[in-house]
Nanobody, 124 residues
Framework: QVQLVESGGDSVQAGGSLRLSCASS????????MGWFRQTPAKGREGVAA???????NYADSVEGRFTISEDRAKNTLYLQMNSLKPEDTGMYYC??????????????????WGQGTQVTVSS
């Protein structure tokens, strides 16, 4: 089984930056999909960015050019670099993983494992 733990969420001013981390533990896989999602009352769950073991990435239009997803395989850690933050980026951010299949999907239903989330608040 895979366990995911997010960290790095904070309260920041619009225009600022944050880097979220997602540490994974359990069985290590050579093929996998991982993604970042956010939950807001207004929009529900939204796929933000995704990456797979092949190196493919996908981003939501709303974050394209501002956010970057990356990973450190040696540390089993997924990152989300968030720049030029806007108030509408506010939400609970979750990382997700699906072992054994390499698809950088922004669909939440694709993933099998989820972290508990980390709060990001962007004020104006």
């Amino acid at each position: 089984q895979v366990q995911l733990v997010e960290s790095g969420g904070d309260s920041v001013q619009a225009g600022g930056s944050l880097r979220l981390s997602c540490a994974s533990s359990g069985v290590t896989y050579s093929r996998y999909s991982m993604g970042w999602f956010r939950q807001t009352p207004a929009k529900g769950r939204e796929g933000v960015a995704a990456i797979d073991s092949v190196g493919s990435t996908n981003y939501a239009d709303s974050v394209e050019g501002r956010f970057t997803i990356s990973e450190d395989r040696a540390k089993n850690t997924l990152y989300l670099q968030m720049n030029s933050l806007k108030p509408e980026d506010t939400g609970m951010y979750y990382c997700a993983a699906r072992p054994e299949l390499a698809v950088a999907s922004l669909r939440g239903s694709w993933y099998h494992f989820w972290g508990q989330g980390t709060q990001v608040t962007v004020s104006s």
